[in-house]
Nanobody
């Protein structure tokens, strides 16, 4: 079982950038496909980005394509989410997630392990 701890959230002005980190422990990080979801106030949790074990496959939600980069460092057991050109609608709790089955399973949010989340607030 893998434990996930997110960091890097905070208050940012619109147009700014942020890099979220998710440190994994308790299991072999390189065996997990990783992803990020977010949940805005009053809304359902939604998929943001996912990356396969070997970095070979990456998916993004259409609404964030071009502004978001997901990456991972298997040597550091960490996955990152870089967001640029932040908008007020990016305000949400951002959750790191892991799934050993497939990157599409990560995207579906089925059978995933989850972190506690990190809050991102974008001011206009």
């Amino acid at each position: 079982q893998v434990q996930l701890v997110e960091s890097g959230g905070g208050l940012v002005q619109a147009g700014g950038s942020l890099r979220l980190s998710c440190a994994a422990s308790g299991s072999i990080f390189s065996s997990y496909n990783m992803g990020w979801f977010r949940q805005a106030p009053g809304k359902e949790r939604e998929f943001v980005a996912a990356i396969s074990r070997s970095n070979s496959t990456i998916y993004y939600q259409d609404s964030v394509k071009g502004r978001v980069i997901i990456s991972r460092d298997n040597a550091k057991n960490t996955v990152y989410l870089q967001i640029r050109s932040l908008k007020p609608e990016d305000t949400a709790d951002y959750y790191c997630t892991a799934n050993s089955q497939s990157v599409r399973s990560v995207m579906a949010g089925i059978g995933n392990f989850w972190g506690q989340g990190t809050q991102v607030t974008v001011s206009s």
